[in-house]
């Protein structure tokens, strides 16, 4: 028997969530079975702990979008007992039991073997937000970052953090937008060179172009703020649209991609190819200076996880949140 935080649905339709027992036969099919050690909150795992069950396809569920552990079991050549594995995407903690348990069993292919110098702790303290903010800087060098500040938005929180930490290693000067000045001295620490205020960016404005002042953004937030962010790139420049902490609407104008020749460039971490995958999580290893990755971590473990889905979504989460499952 093992302890999975498990969200079940009522007959009004109402959520719940709770640590229970279950057993390996309880478990979803699928080629590997995982020693979870870790797992993290998401904003899309607050979504599915939270009331109403988000993104959940199926009740009971297990939630938890990412997690990484010890291969136990493995039909797949690939895998075998004792290896280091880490996942996140395929619709893990919405579609198919995830990692907020003590045992998950998956699809082989959605797994990668965690790479030299990073441990499962560090691997969930990057998890699917710091996974993503690596793709979305990778997503920038492909098109070149031009000289000069590159602009972190919702740069707090898990995306932001990991974000300004690997920008600011490899060299570049990073302005954080945060709409909490008390995360000034944190995001200092990670390496930003500036700090926004969130209201100098959320305001709207009627002209289309401002001042060439970004030479790369990666943006968590969306919304009128990332409108506000492409009129103010540099001639050529590229966004890293990440997320919508800050809204799904988009109230922009074409003038910035047409005058500026702006590239918004969408990053997914869900479906990513294995090779990316592999890739991304090298760089993390290579990219992220894990003294840095400490300062993000929260501790956290699987009966702290419905308040901290709530805090999640109210945007109150600063870094990352580990979630010791054996804790
Ligand atoms: P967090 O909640 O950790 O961070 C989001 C940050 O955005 C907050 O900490 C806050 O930063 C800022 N923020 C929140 N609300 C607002 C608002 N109304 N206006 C402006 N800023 C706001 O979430 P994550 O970093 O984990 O995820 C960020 C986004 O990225 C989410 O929308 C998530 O769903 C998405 N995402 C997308 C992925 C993909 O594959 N594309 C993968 C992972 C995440 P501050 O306090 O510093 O202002």
Redesign the pocket.
Known sequence: MFNALVVEKDEEGKTHAAVKELSLDDLPAGEVTVAVEYSTV???DGLCVGPGGGLVRNYPHVPGIDFAGTVEASDDDRYKPGDKVVLTGWRVGEAHWGGYSQKARVKADWLVPLPDGIDTRQAMAVG??GF?AMLAVMALERQGIKDGPVLVT???????SVATAILANLGYDVAG????PE?ADYLTSLGAKQIVA?EEL?ETTKRPLEGETWAGCVD??GGA?LARVLGQMKYGASVAA?????GAGLPATVIPFLLRGVNLLG????MQPYDNRVEAWKRVAKDLPMDKLEAMIQPAVLADLPELGRG?LK?Q?KGRVVVDVNG
């Open positions: 998401n904003y899309k699917t937000a993503t919702g740069a707090a929180g898990g995306v932001g937008v945060t709409g909490r995360t969130r959320n968590a937030v703020m990440v997320g919508l902490a800050g990053i997914d971490s869900v999640i945007g989460v």
